[in-house]
């Protein structure tokens, strides 16, 4: 009775009724006292006295940014619309900070600037759903390109900035893009490329002419004086898209193949955003410190998100630094930091210096914060909250660390189990969702590894799954009959994991600095493999498949003879041989990767 009376508070006080769905409520309502009169064992009673309170405040979050989806769905708004109600509130307070220049950028004048785009993309002839790439490091003139195209419909393709030659060009052609607009510093990039690109392309730099040479080879026009020549008053256009329309794409990384374009609709946009600010107790006055690139989700949807839609002020950096990261944050007096993947233990393995003791920062925003570095990340920097979650940008089963557990990227309901609905699944050998005599997806039991699913339901905006530009792609990620027969769930993957390259290779010298050498033309520095074993040949099945199971198993422990296994030493920049006092170095972790 205790968990009914405090769900239903929280539904009273919200007003949440009109929100929600008749199956989403009856779940909501209902489910818990069936669960408490049908499971009624002193396990189950322990479980729901130790999740209870977790769960009711993630339980109120959820329903906040449910009730604001709802309403934003009924009056068709767009994130351009948010966006100009937030200038509104505080037109003069700074809302982008370049950390590069010291520019700082009111919310009225990136609105203006957002203005002067919508414009151009006009002039230029395009329409509704035209796509223009946009490739350039981080710098607030990304989030007023992609802001401003989607006043006027035109979506944006945020290429990381890392990609060369066949990854870029695939990205630039898999978006369909009519223009690409491009930031001066990769002028090189471009001009590799710049004959493989369709005729059609129009091409567009921003920013000092340092190449003047590689420039005047290309057909392209400078975007800098057309912007100061565009006015700053809102265009004479009505949008037609609405909250569930796109918005703009973000790419996959790419290390388990080429990058896939994620498509990112108006609504999912203020979903990731409103989550991070609802859960992990943000304040309007917040400065956030985002050195995370804004071709990534993180950085433009959660770090961008929370300045657009909540008026946060955000410190834009153009790189990571390890070094210059607690002196910016005091610099800008910042009270949230984002991280991601290895920032933080990047972190502690700088020496110490005065500035991370006279910082502000209250909470740490991110994920991939691993349980061997977070108790000494926390106390060493005085991190008051770890707001630590786990998410794709396409995903729709997204959790998060709402009560700062150390080491967890989020949970599971065991006693609200219908009001998100999720599953952590078993998985074969060969990858493959493991089914049960009916058909149906086998839980995973407390403690077992597993694939996270998520189902799918088009008609609520917290289960969609707007997928990919390519369909088949798309189709490759959704499993039917998981939770229950005729269903759909979104498929969370092994995606993201990048580590050894598995060679064929016969006699002959193999040369390690050459392959090295075309390996960083080709992909980004997060997709080189850190190890390399030259094998007589690689295993595959009966239908000539590769065996990637048997390879990951093995690893890169040295496999006799017969083979070759190397790894990329991060201090001498080359491929070293495994011997086995190094592998056990590497597995006691003396040696950095």
């Given at each position: 009775?205790?968990?009914?009376s405090?769900?239903?508070v929280?539904?009273?006080?919200?007003?949440?009724?009109?929100?929600?769905?008749?199956?989403?409520?009856?779940c909501?309502?209902?489910?818990?006292?069936?669960?408490?009169?049908?499971?009624?064992?002193?396990?189950?009673?322990?479980?729901?006295?130790?999740?209870?309170?977790?769960?009711?405040?993630?339980?109120?979050?959820?329903?906040?940014?449910?009730?604001?989806?709802?309403?934003?769905?009924?009056?068709?708004?767009?994130?351009?619309?948010?966006?100009?109600?937030?200038?509104?509130?505080?037109?003069?307070?700074?809302?982008?900070?370049?950390?590069?220049?010291?520019?700082?950028?009111?919310?009225?004048?990136?609105q203006?600037?957002?203005?002067?785009?919508?414009?151009?993309?006009?002039?230029?002839?395009?329409?509704?759903?035209?796509?223009?790439?946009?490739?350039?490091?981080s710098?607030?003139?990304?989030?007023?390109?992609?802001?401003?195209?989607?006043?006027?419909?035109?979506?944006?393709?945020?290429?990381?900035?890392?990609?060369?030659?066949?990854?870029?060009?695939?990205?630039?052609?898999?978006?369909?893009?009519?223009?690409?607009?491009?930031?001066?510093?990769l002028?090189?990039?471009?001009?590799?490329?710049?004959?493989?690109?369709?005729?059609?392309?129009?091409?567009?730099?921003?920013?000092?002419?340092?190449?003047?040479?590689?420039?005047?080879?290309?057909?392209?026009?400078?975007?800098?004086?057309?912007?100061a020549?565009?006015?700053?008053?809102?265009?004479?256009?009505?949008?037609?898209?609405?909250?569930?329309?796109?918005?703009?794409?973000?790419?996959?990384?790419?290390?388990?193949g080429?990058?896939?374009?994620?498509?990112?609709v108006?609504?999912?946009?203020?979903?990731?955003?409103?989550?991070?600010?609802?859960?992990?107790?943000?304040?309007?006055?917040?400065?956030?410190?985002?050195?995370l690139?804004?071709?990534?989700?993180?950085?433009?949807i959660?770090?961008?998100?929370?300045?657009?839609?909540?008026?946060?002020?955000?410190?834009?950096?153009?790189?990571?630094?390890?070094?210059?990261?607690?002196?910016?944050?005091?610099?800008?007096?910042?009270?949230?930091?984002?991280?991601?993947?290895?920032?933080?233990r990047?972190?502690?393995?700088?020496?110490?210096?005065?500035?991370?003791?006279?910082?502000?920062?209250?909470?740490a925003l991110?994920?991939?914060?691993?349980?061997?570095?977070?108790?000494?990340?926390?106390q060493?920097?005085?991190?008051?909250?770890?707001?630590?979650?786990?998410?794709?940008?396409?995903?729709?089963?997204?959790?998060?660390?709402?009560?700062?557990?150390?080491?967890?990227?989020?949970?599971?309901?065991?006693?609200?189990p219908?009001?998100?609905?999720?599953?952590?699944?078993?998985?074969?050998?060969?990858?493959?969702?493991?089914?049960?005599?009916?058909?149906?997806?086998?839980?995973?039991?407390?403690?077992?590894?597993?694939?996270?699913?998520?189902r799918?339901?088009?008609?609520?905006?917290?289960?969609?799954?707007?997928?990919?530009?390519?369909?088949?792609?798309?189709?490759?990620k959704?499993?039917?009959?998981?939770?229950?027969?005729?269903?759909?769930?979104?498929?969370?993957?092994?995606?993201?994991k990048?580590?050894?390259?598995?060679?064929?290779?016969?006699?002959?010298?193999?040369?390690?600095d050459?392959?090295?050498?075309?390996v960083?033309?080709?992909?980004?520095?997060?997709?080189?493999?850190?190890?390399?074993?030259l094998?007589p040949?690689?295993?595959?099945?009966?239908?000539?498949?590769?065996?990637?199971?048997?390879?990951?198993?093995?690893?890169?422990?040295?496999?006799?003879?017969?083979?070759?296994?190397?790894?990329?030493?991060?201090?001498?920049?080359?491929?070293?041989?495994?011997?086995?006092?190094?592998?056990?170095?590497?597995?006691?972790?003396?040696?950095?990767?």
């Amino acid at each position: 009775m205790q968990l009914m009376s405090a769900v239903i508070v929280i539904l009273s006080v919200l007003g949440a009724v009109k929100l929600l769905s008749l199956p989403w409520l009856c779940c909501l309502a209902v489910g818990p006292g069936l669960l408490l009169a049908r499971r009624t064992s002193r396990k189950f009673i322990h479980v729901a006295l130790r999740t209870i309170k977790r769960d009711l405040m993630c339980l109120a979050v959820i329903l906040r940014v449910r009730f604001s989806m709802y309403c934003h769905l009924r009056s068709r708004s767009t994130i351009p619309a948010l966006f100009a109600w937030t200038v509104t509130q505080h037109p003069d307070k700074p809302a982008l900070i370049y950390e590069a220049t010291g520019e700082v950028w009111s919310f009225r004048q990136l609105q203006e600037r957002c203005h002067a785009v919508a414009h151009w993309a006009l002039a230029q002839g395009w329409a509704e759903g035209d796509v223009v790439a946009l490739y350039m490091e981080s710098q607030p003139l990304v989030v007023a390109l992609w802001l401003g195209l989607s006043m006027v419909g035109v979506e944006a393709a945020l290429i990381n900035h890392n990609l060369r030659r066949q990854s870029l060009l695939h990205c630039v052609g898999m978006s369909g893009a009519r223009a690409l607009v491009f930031g001066t510093e990769l002028t090189e990039a471009v001009s590799e490329v710049s004959n493989a690109l369709q005729p059609s392309m129009v091409l567009f730099s921003s920013g000092e002419q340092q190449e003047e040479m590689k420039l005047c080879s290309l057909h392209l026009h400078s975007l800098d004086p057309l912007m100061a020549r565009a006015p700053t008053h809102p265009p004479n256009y009505t949008l037609r898209k609405d909250f569930n329309d796109r918005l703009f794409y973000i790419y996959t990384s790419g290390t388990t193949g080429m990058p896939k374009a994620a498509v990112v609709v108006h609504s999912r946009y203020f979903r990731i955003a409103a989550f991070g600010f609802h859960a992990f107790g943000l304040r309007h006055d917040d400065i956030i410190y985002n050195s995370l690139p804004l071709y990534h989700s993180a950085g433009t949807i959660l770090g961008v998100g929370l300045c657009l839609l909540f008026g946060l002020t955000v410190v834009v950096r153009r790189k990571f630094s390890a070094s210059r990261f607690w002196d910016d944050c005091v610099k800008h007096n910042c009270t949230v930091i984002q991280y991601i993947g290895e920032i933080c233990r990047y972190l502690l393995a700088q020496p110490v210096r005065p500035s991370e003791a006279h910082h502000s920062v209250r909470v740490a925003l991110g994920n991939g914060l691993r349980p061997s570095v977070w108790e000494e990340f926390v106390q060493r920097f005085r991190i008051q909250r770890v707001g630590e979650f786990y998410g794709a940008t396409e995903c729709n089963c997204s959790l998060i660390n709402i009560d700062g557990k150390v080491g967890a990227c989020g949970f599971n309901s065991r006693i609200l189990p219908g009001v998100y609905p999720i599953k952590l699944v078993r998985v074969q050998e060969n990858g493959e969702l493991l089914r049960d005599a009916q058909g149906l997806c086998i839980p995973c039991l407390p403690g077992e590894p597993g694939m996270l699913v998520g189902r799918i339901n088009h008609s609520d905006p917290l289960r969609r799954f707007d997928g990919y530009t390519d369909q088949d792609s798309t189709n490759r990620k959704i499993a039917h009959n998981v939770f229950k027969m005729g269903d759909s769930a979104y498929v969370s993957g092994v995606e993201g994991k990048a580590g050894m390259a598995a060679i064929a290779h016969q006699g002959g010298q193999f040369d390690l600095d050459a392959f090295l050498i075309a390996v960083k033309k080709a992909l980004p520095s997060y997709a080189h493999p850190v190890f390399l074993r030259l094998m007589p040949s690689v295993h595959t099945t009966g239908t000539f498949k590769l065996q990637k199971k048997r390879l990951q198993r093995e690893g890169y422990k040295p496999q006799g003879t017969s083979e070759n296994t190397y790894f990329l030493d991060s201090r001498t920049g080359r491929y070293e041989a495994i011997t086995d006092e190094l592998y056990q170095a590497i597995m006691e972790g003396k040696v950095r990767l």
